[in-house]
Nanobody, 126 residues
Framework: QVQLVESGGGSVQAGGSLTLSCVAS??????????MGWFRQAPGKEREGVAN????????YCVDSVKGRFTISRDNAKNTLYLQMSSLKPEDTAMYYCAARLGAAGYCIRNAYNYWGQGTQVTVSS
């Protein structure tokens, strides 16, 4: 079972930037067999997909509002997933979660992912 640990969240003013990281550890498989995703959940709202990256580096952004502002990437040598966020807006405020699934991309479907981190809080003030 893969374990995921997120970091990099914090409080910023609108227009600021943050980079989230998610480090994976797995005693059975190498990191490159997992498709990865970032999800977020704001208070009182459903958890939604933000972006995901598959085994071959194919990327999907799930939310139109993050396109051009957020960049997802992965470093398989470091077992790490990233989410670079810029031009942050108050509506980006949420708990951000890293998710993983073995094999093919899970895209923006929450139930497609088997493994989840504990989350890292992002708060954007106006």
């Amino acid at each position: 079972q893969v374990q995921l640990v997120e970091s990099g969240g914090g409080s910023v003013q609108a227009g600021g930037s943050l980079t989230l990281s998610c480090v994976a550890s797995d005693s059975r498989y190498t990191y490159d067999v997992y498709s990865m995703g970032w999800f977020r959940q704001a208070p009182g709202k459903e958890r939604e997909g933000v972006a995901n990256i598959d085994l071959s580096g194919g990327i999907t952004y799930c939310v139109d509002s993050v396109k051009g502002r957020f960049t997802i990437s992965r470093d398989n040598a470091k077992n790490t997933l990233y989410l670079q966020m810029s031009s942050l807006k108050p509506e980006d405020t949420a708990m951000y979660y890293c998710a993983a699934r073995l094999g093919a991309a899970g895209y923006c479907i929450r139930n497609a992912y088997n493994y989840w981190g504990q989350g890292t809080q992002v708060t954007v003030s106006s």
